[in-house]
């Protein structure tokens, strides 16, 4: 079965550098989580979108911003990287009213 | 946000029950308990999730309180392959989203 499909895995930038992440849920999945999970830490909630529309905002810097497109695929926006936002961005997605989500293999990111 | 209190770490033996206690004391009615689990590197996993009745699916049984402020995952016979992260999460259906706490490092012996 098609699983949720994250690009790229693995992105090196440097600082105050721009990236961009791309999430691609489950077909006919009508919501899309972002987490952050720096190294040793809990994934933080930062995102979600329901029917393409925002419907969740967690702890997500200003610097960063994130949008679900028409096809359902989401990207999440970040600039002027700091060595901070190194860690692993995990996509998630679901249909399940009640909750049940499945989750991408996630990006590294590195800032350098 | 609501919040789950977890043991940070458990051990257990290959082939033996686990428990895996979660307090939830500040959860609302409309709460579903989720279970979810993360192994090195890769993204967290579902287990399962229920809202007030006990529940059973091919990997695990989520046992939740009569008053619904605790509920354990039980793994009937841990492997190997086991040993992870566990999660024990609100989600919410009023705002549709799921907030991970610390987690339970499970250890597995052979």
Same mark, same amino acid.
Request: one cysteine or more.
């Given at each position: 079965?098609?699983?949720?499909?994250?690009?790229?895995?693995?992105?090196?930038?440097?600082?105050?550098?721009?990236?961009?992440?791309?999430?691609?849920?489950?077909?006919?999945?009508?919501?899309?989580?972002?987490?952050?999970?720096?190294?040793?830490?809990?994934?933080?909630?930062?995102?979600?979108?329901?029917?393409?529309?925002?419907?969740?905002?967690?702890?997500?810097?200003?610097?960063?911003?994130?949008?679900?497109?028409?096809?359902?695929?989401?990207?999440?926006?970040?600039?002027?990287?700091?060595?901070?936002?190194?860690?692993?961005?995990?996509?998630?997605?679901?249909?399940?009213?009640?909750?049940?989500?499945?989750?991408?293999?996630?990006?590294?990111?590195?800032?350098? | 946000?609501?919040?789950?209190?977890?043991?940070?770490?458990?051990?257990?033996?290959?082939?033996?029950?686990?428990?895996?206690?979660?307090?939830?004391?500040?959860?609302?009615?409309? &709460?579903?308990?989720?279970? =979810?689990?993360?192994?090195? /590197?890769?993204?967290?996993?579902?287990? *399962?999730? @229920?809202?007030?009745?006990?529940?059973?699916?091919?990997?695990?049984?989520?046992?939740?309180?009569?008053?619904?402020?605790?509920?354990?995952?039980?793994?009937?016979?841990?492997?190997?392959? &086991?040993?992870?992260?566990? =999660?024990?999460?609100?989600? /919410?259906?009023?705002?549709?989203?799921? *907030?991970? @706490?610390?987690?339970?490092?499970?250890?597995?012996?052979?």
């Amino acid at each position: 079965a098609a699983g949720v499909i994250q690009s790229p895995r693995h992105l090196i930038k440097e600082k105050r550098e721009t990236a961009t992440l791309k999430c691609y849920p489950i077909p006919r999945h009508d919501t899309v989580y972002w987490y952050q999970q720096g190294p040793g830490q809990d994934p933080q909630f930062l995102i979600s979108f329901y029917e393409k529309m925002q419907s969740d905002k967690g702890s997500i810097p200003d610097r960063f911003s994130a949008q679900q497109f028409s096809d359902y695929h989401s990207e999440l926006n970040m600039s002027s990287l700091e060595l901070g936002d190194s860690a692993l961005y995990f996509c998630a997605s679901s249909l399940d009213p009640t909750g049940e989500a499945f989750f991408g293999q996630g990006t590294r990111l590195t800032v350098v | 946000d609501a919040k789950t209190t977890q043991p940070n770490s458990m051990e257990s033996n290959e082939e033996e029950p686990v428990h895996l206690p979660c307090n939830h004391s500040t959860i609302s009615g409309t &709460d579903y308990i989720h279970w =979810y689990r993360q192994l090195p /590197s890769q993204g967290p996993e579902y287990v *399962i999730h @229920g809202l007030t009745s006990n529940v059973n699916n091919r990997m695990a049984s989520l046992a939740i309180a009569e008053d619904r402020k605790s509920s354990t995952l039980i793994l009937h016979r841990a492997t190997l392959r &086991d040993a992870a992260v566990y =999660y024990c999460i609100f989600f /919410s259906s009023n705002t549709g989203k799921l *907030i991970f @706490g610390q987690g339970t490092t499970l250890q597995v012996k052979p």
